[in-house]
């Protein structure tokens, strides 16, 4: 098993454990809220890094929800309108 080790080619901030990782991005998530650098479709996450095997925080974009709208017109069964002159 590798270890993690920080290595200098990868120029992150190192973490050797998630939790400390963890630790460190809900801080700074407070950071940005609190200072107004909150951008717009973005969130911060954790991730893996493959060289070091260390942890690492960064930006990740985000997509926007879409909204259901609701099934298309043609799937949607329309009920039959009454028959007023047979008085059905």
Known sequence: MILPAPDP?????FHADRL????????L???IRAT???????RVIIYRC???AGFHIT???IAPK??????PAELV???PEPNLILGL
Do not use: M, N, Y
Not at 9 to 13: G, I
């Open 59 to 61: 930006r990740k974009r």
């Open 20 to 27: 400390t990782a963890e630790g460190h991005r809900v801080a």
């Open 50 to 52: 493959k060289r070091c």
């Open 29 to 31: 998530e407070i950071w």
């Open 36 to 42: 107004g650098r909150e951008r717009e479709g973005t």
């Open 66 to 71: 879409s909204t259901f709208l609701g099934p």
């Open 9 to 13: 080619t990868c120029r992150r901030l």
């Open 77 to 79: 069964e329309i009920p």
